[in-house]
């Protein structure tokens, strides 16, 4: 009887990992489950499929060819739909038509090298998509799903910096998250939390050149056409929804704080997120529960009201 009971029993949980390389950086996937071998493939699967998808500069994607005048349909069509909600809701400051304007400053994949360009060039750039901005929390939320629907309820998803999380750690309690930190390479404090998130950040400092001693940075202000000037370093958003949460981090660090405080509120019936925003003058700024701020890291945190 006692065998019986034993034959029976689910099959205890056990932890799979796998490292890909895709959209430009390393990505390492971590998931619980009795068998969690086939869910991995599928996810891994998934990863592919949407960077096979989404690269702008390789011939035959889907963002390719539409750029080449193809047809806006399915999947492609959905997410930009999605993308466009997210450029108005947030006053056009995430734009997925910056395309050309990036490869001006050598930032795009069709990418030439690093210059500035002239106001003239600026004032006559044309629109081309660009779904830089999103793909990586696209590509979260779908390896979630993909997960879920393998019977996977816990998992860590980490794409090159932005982490992707399912469920709870196997104990039943909140996964910690280390929030990166943008002037030490070390991190700024712990993140606690639960459930499906994701979790982004962009910074300033990711990719950039110098020309005559100023810094250029990858992330474009669509108002002026140049690397914002928002006074931010970096922005992390916490946001159940991937994409939101991506296509937001990049939004922030061009509004800054005031307007992306003011944002959060004005789109609280609309999507629910939190921000961790470093600012160039040393403050670290959080609207989230949950954060256990590393002192040591020498910023200022203020928790926003
Ligand atoms: P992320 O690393 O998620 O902040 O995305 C940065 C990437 O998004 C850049 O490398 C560009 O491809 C693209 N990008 C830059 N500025 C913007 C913007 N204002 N709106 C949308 N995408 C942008
Ligand atoms: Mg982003």
């Known amino acids: 009887m006692v065998l019986l009971l034993a034959g029976c029993a689910a099959k205890p949980e056990e932890s799979?990992?796998?490292t890909v390389f895709a959209m430009d950086t390393i990505m390492?996937?971590?998931v619980y489950a009795s068998d969690p071998a086939p869910a991995l493939d599928a996810a891994v699967r998934e990863i592919y499929r949407l960077d096979a998808m989404l690269a702008r500069g390789t011939e035959g994607s889907e963002v390719y060819r539409y750029n080449h005048g193809g047809a806006r349909e399915g999947e492609l069509d959905e997410l930009l739909t999605l993308a466009e909600?997210?450029?108005d809701s947030s006053g056009g400051a995430f734009d997925p038509y910056l395309g050309a304007l990036l490869d001006l400053w050598g930032f795009g994949s069709g990418a030439g090298e690093h210059r500035v360009p002239s106001d003239e060039e600026l004032a006559d750039v044309s629109a081309l998509l660009d779904l830089g901005g999103i793909a990586k929390g696209y590509a979260g939320q779908r390896v979630l799903e993909v997960l879920k629907k393998n019977g996977v309820s816990r998992a860590v998803v980490d794409l090159g910096g932005d982490v992707a999380l399912l469920g709870k750690k196997p104990d039943g309690s909140d996964w910690h998250v280390a929030i990166r930190d943008p002037g030490e390479g070390n991190y700024l404090g712990i993140l606690s939390?639960?459930?499906s998130k994701y979790i982004a950040t962009s910074g300033v400092y990711e990719r950039?050149?110098?020309?005559n001693g100023i810094r250029y940075h990858h992330i474009l202000d669509p108002r002026t056409g140049r690397p914002a000037e928002s006074g931010l370093v970096s922005a992390t958003v916490i946001c159940?929804?991937?994409v939101w949460a991506d296509a937001?981090?990049?939004a922030v660090c061009v509004l800054g704080v005031e307007d992306s405080l003011a944002l959060r509120d004005s789109l609280a019936d609309?999507?629910?997120f939190d921000i961790i925003i470093v600012t160039e003058d040393g403050r670290a700024i959080y609207t989230c529960d949950g954060l256990e701020p590393d002192e040591s890291s020498g910023y200022a945190f203020e928790r926003a009201s």
């Open 270 to 272: 609309t999507v629910k």
């Open 28 to 30: 390492n996937l971590t």
């Open 240 to 242: 159940e929804s991937g």
């Open 193 to 195: 939390t639960s459930g």
């Open 16 to 18: 799979a990992s796998r």
């Open 85 to 87: 909600n997210i450029r």
């Open 208 to 211: 950039f050149f110098e020309e």
């Open 248 to 250: 937001l981090a990049t």
